[in-house]
């Protein structure tokens, strides 16, 4: 489909962040001559001047921020499309130009004395700024001179080529087949092959299967070195700063607690067996001698599908949401309305689906939407994400509104468990209740076991790669088919072509982001249990959380809310889910 096909109610509308082009590049000379910083050097001892510091590199950020997001949005509705490509390029290089200028002022602060450090953060006139300014003092032993940080500044932009170029890789050169799908030839897209992978021909998800990663086997060397691109990117920072191990530099990043990342590892290691008998169960109910890996994504159920058109998908998201109160749905309705939602896949657009909020402006959600129960199930997801931006943003000043990476995917993950435990409830249908139940399994599959494989993957790449050994496409691969071995046992058949399913994994270009889907489906189910339970205390406690912003460390935000990942018992809550679905899957005739 062609983007001039699609209603103007299905688009989103960038003309809220910019009416046009020429604004945007009448604004983005504007905000050329205001990057100069020199005059606030060697003046950051006093609260009086830190303040005004602070304000005018916010006010700039801010600037910047909004030009990116235009150039964003309009470069992700046709990636082919050069213009917005580069005018976010040029952007980035302002990014770039602004953190060279500013680069001296965290060592300067990093470099005061422990008891004005502690004043500043005290200070009722930095209120805004005491938590930036607590993570500064804890980070005092990794900041590096003011000519190292400014030297680290320039290195942002050429050491994130790795990401760009696996973008462009994946989304416009992929050579893509064709395949022959409902009675005609059609070239084959990321969206359509999830759609493939879902249907009831057994041949026709091989075929699609093989095509394919057939297509990324032609350019696995490729990947494979981008990838190996990235990785010592992060060894570099890692090595320049002086943290122990990449992951140690991540989580301290998030300041979060090596502890809660090791209690993943271990609890979902820990429940494999649960898994493999999953497998077998699934196996057995697809009726298959052979259960391959093309096979884990049809519905173990027939005919119970939910293939509901948008709108009609969204007014069902709205009634599962209904335990979060009327001001959480009147802005979902308000999105929709005033098209904050890029709807449907198009010819250039990019693949997948995101939310991106920037303070001042509303969120904006990408969605390529097809009518399948996972694509409702994303509605759920992004709005969860795009609301969370809107309260922490609200509610926040900007130094403290974009909330950690750590807590990004709980809001979207509580939606989804919400939306699926309302349609659990109020279904009288055994099939439909069964294709649930099967969703739900599978949603924890993909999301804590399936991340927390990704996770593994990750750790493993890095540390070999910290060690001396050279990542390439034969060990990269030979890891990546050991693990999923170990996560899928005997009963599933591990095709030959599932051991370059790293390759295509956009999110390990934000190394060890993957583990926080898996943290975020413990802390969200959790969440979601206690706002079902718990009555309105346990609303207003998650509002407090959606609010919260960065305001205080993200496990702490958590807690608030009702999930305690420094315990195991708060992991146990989801296996003990997935083993309650997978024995009333059982017991169902």
């Not at 294709?435 to 927390?452: A, E, G, K, V």
Request: glycine content about 4%.
């Amino acid at each position: 489909m062609q983007r001039s096909e699609v209603e103007t109610k299905y688009k989103w509308n960038t003309a809220d962040v910019f009416e046009s082009d020429e604004a945007w590049e009448q604004a983005f000379v504007a905000i050329e001559k205001e990057i100069d910083f020199q005059k606030y050097r060697g003046t950051l001892n006093t609260a009086e001047n830190l303040l005004q510091y602070f304000k005018a590199e916010e006010a700039v950020s801010m600037k910047l921020m909004r030009l990116y997001l235009y150039s964003f949005l309009k470069s992700d509705e046709d990636v082919r499309d050069s213009k917005y490509g580069s005018m976010n390029a040029r952007v980035m290089s302002l990014f770039t130009r602004l953190g060279a200028e500013t680069s001296f002022a965290t060592p300067e602060i990093s470099a005061l004395p422990e008891k004005t450090l502690a004043a500043f953060i005290k200070d009722e006139r930095l209120k805004d700024y005491d938590y930036m300014l607590s993570r500064i003092s804890a980070q005092k032993k990794y900041i590096l001179s003011e000519k190292e940080e400014w030297i680290l500044a320039q290195t942002g932009e050429p050491l994130d080529v790795s990401y760009d170029v696996f973008g462009m890789l994946d989304n416009a050169e992929l050579d893509l087949p064709e395949i022959e799908y409902e009675g005609k030839k059609t070239k084959l897209s990321h969206g359509l092959y999830s759609v493939i992978l879902s249907c009831n021909d057994a041949k026709k998800r091989a075929e699609v299967f093989r095509l394919y990663y057939s297509a990324y086997r032609k350019i696995i060397g490729t990947l494979a070195a981008t990838y190996y691109g990235n990785v010592k990117k992060d060894i570099f920072y890692k090595n320049v700063r002086g943290y122990s191990s990449c992951l140690d530099m991540a989580l301290f990043d998030e300041d979060v607690d090596r502890s809660v990342y090791e209690n993943l590892i271990r609890c979902v290691n820990a429940a494999a067996p649960v898994m493999h008998r999953y497998m077998a169960v699934r196996k057995k109910a697809l009726g298959l001698k052979e259960m391959h890996v093309y096979d884990l994504f049809v519905p173990l159920v027939e005919d119970a599908e939910l293939r509901l058109e948008f709108d009609d998908a969204f007014d069902l998201v709205l009634k599962g949401l209904a335990p979060l109160g009327e001001e959480y749905r009147n802005l979902l309705r308000k999105g929709k309305a005033e098209r904050w939602i890029d709807v449907h896949e198009t010819e250039g657009k990019r693949n997948g689906a995101y939310s991106i909020g920037v303070y001042g402006q509303h969120p904006y959600v990408l969605l390529n939407y097809q009518k399948t129960t996972f694509e409702i199930f994303a509605i759920a997801h992004e709005m969860g994400h795009a609301l969370h931006s809107y309260f922490s943003n609200k509610n926040q000043p900007y130094s403290k509104a974009e909330y950690k990476i750590f807590v990004a995917e709980v809001a979207s993950t509580v939606n989804e468990v919400l939306l699926l435990k309302y349609l659990l409830k109020t279904t009288q249908d055994k099939n439909l209740k069964k294709y649930l139940l099967n969703y739900f399994m599978d949603m924890i599959r993909t999301t804590l076991f399936r991340q927390t494989q990704f996770a593994q993957f990750e750790e493993k790449a890095h540390e070999m790669a910290e060690a001396g050994e050279p990542l390439n496409k034969d060990n990269l691969s030979e890891m990546y088919y050991k693990l999923n071995q170990a996560y899928y046992g005997a009963a599933l058949t591990h095709d030959k072509d599932i051991e370059i399913e790293w390759a295509r994994i956009p999110h390990f270009y934000r190394s060890f982001y993957v583990y926080k889907y898996a943290t975020g489906i413990t802390s969200a189910v959790c969440i979601a249990n206690r706002i079902l339970n718990g009555g309105q205390k346990a609303v207003d406690d998650y509002f407090r959380f959606l609010s919260g912003g960065s305001s205080t460390d993200p496990v702490s935000l958590l807690k608030i809310a009702g999930a305690d990942l420094t315990k195991e018992e708060t992991y146990a809550v989801v296996m003990k889910e997935f083993e309650a679905a997978l024995n009333e899957f059982e017991a169902i005739s």
